[in-house]
């Protein structure tokens, strides 16, 4: 549910996120939103993700998994391969909190839909002018790769104060990412990331 007052004349954009089962067949469905005085039919269109462009990025889209989310549901793990990296949205759908205050590690795995050869990971962190990364973002982290069914630790992060770190490493041919969040800065309480990005 949406809610928000405003003044006449004005209007509010707000993303909206749609989740459909894995397995989901392929089609065009109805996606109704309603409000008091109106009703919307909108068609939302499924497609499996290997027909649509990733742009290169190999985690984008892709199934995600979390070693806990909030309880707010406003930071649902597959946020983290949205396509939206920005951090100016968070609390809005864009980016994934978890829900264990103050206890590390934090992990969340990207399925890349196969055996993929990769060699560099982007983390893009919480990092606003309310909420700066040097105070809210992931400071320590690990980068997984899972390779022959065995996770292996391909880059490492350590002290980030930035909204985003690239990791570049040796070519592994990988079925997953696991980001391996160790600690956070400031108040070192939970991880917050808004995407991963893999290639
Ligand atoms: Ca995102
Ligand atoms: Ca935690």
Known sequence: ????YLPPGYELGAKLLVAV??????GTYGLRLRTPSRTLEVPVEVLPVDRLDNGGNL????????????VNANYPPCSVVDGDRSSNGWAGGNGWNDATARAWPDTVDIALGGAR????????????ERYPASRYG????????????QWQT?????GNTAGNARSDFAPVTA???RIVALASNGANDYTRIIEVEVR
């Open 1 to 4: 549910m949406l809610t928000s």
């Open 21 to 26: 089962p894995p397995g989901t067949a392929e």
């Open 59 to 70: 985690a984008l889209r892709r199934p995600v998994t979390a070693s806990s989310q909030h």
């Open 117 to 128: 050869q990769i060699s560099r990971a982007d983390l893009y962190t919480l990092d606003t």
């Open 138 to 149: 992931v400071r320590d982290w690990d980068v997984q790769a899972r390779v022959g069914g």
């Open 154 to 158: 391909v880059a490492q992060v350590r």
């Open 175 to 177: 079925d997953a990412v």
